[in-house]
């Protein structure tokens, strides 16, 4: 039994590996684009300037600007680890086509650890994009706001598109994602109990919205 159970754990932590690889290979991805075409956007820029076409370098600018901020995902939270969580994910559900709008400020000072926040983002994450792409494209979208709240706690809200409305059985929402799928959405619920938190899941046509309250300090 023991042995079984250290198994499922193990093929789980080596799926997150997997996941965490392929999401920083797509973010290095973006970034040896952009190098790769930077000097002929100097080289671009330069002739404009030249010949005095200066309105043109103008829009040639702006056209720039537009393609940097779709590679510039990494949100400045006020924490290095959430940053790069953040990052990660965003960029890897762009590359799915689902449409992302994310809110994220953390304190400076908080009572859960680095570590135990970012599984519980990263899980809630996965799970929210692994619903969402199942949907015809228009349809993809996922909502993430972080902040204090009261000034005592702090509140994570994701929500994602989905089908219709799920039906609770023994106060729980059933998957149909295997094992693995489970494990993560456990080790949440526990990492969160451990921490003096709060977590509701709600399930409508259309939508899944999980909250997180953390006690700040």
């Known amino acids: 039994m023991f042995k079984k159970r250290k198994e499922k754990l193990l093929a789980y ?17 973006k970034m040896r684009a952009w190098r790769h075409d930077y000097h002929n956007h100097i080289q671009a820029l330069a002739a404009y300037l030249e ?13 720039i600007n537009d393609n940097l901020v779709s590679v510039d995902t990494v949100l400045k939270t006020g924490n290095t680890m959430v940053d790069a969580i953040l990052g990660s994910k965003i960029s890897l559900m762009n590359t ?3 449409s992302v709008k994310a809110t994220a400020k953390v304190p400076s000072k908080i009572a859960i650890s ?5 599984i519980i983002i990263g ?14 494209t228009e349809d993809r979208f996922v909502r993430i706001y972080i902040g204090v709240k009261n000034e005592k706690h702090l509140y994570m809200s994701f929500t994602n598109s989905a089908g219709k409305k799920k039906e609770m059985v023994g106060g729980k929402f059933l998957s149909s994602k295997g094992e693995n799928h489970g494990i993560g959405l456990g080790r949440v619920d526990s990492i969160v109990e451990k921490n003096g938190g709060y977590l509701t899941r709600a399930s409508e046509d259309g939508g899944f919205t999980t909250e997180v309250i953390l006690p700040l300090l």
């Open 13 to 29: 932590q080596r799926s997150l590996v997997e996941l965490h690889y392929t999401e920083v290979e797509n973010m290095y991805a």
């Open 51 to 63: 010949s005095g076409e200066i309105e043109k370098a103008r829009a040639f600018l702006d056209e």
């Open 96 to 98: 799915k086509e689902i």
């Open 114 to 118: 680095n570590v135990d926040l970012c």
């Open 123 to 136: 899980n809630l994450l996965d799970n929210a994009m692994e619903a969402t792409e199942k949907l015809p």
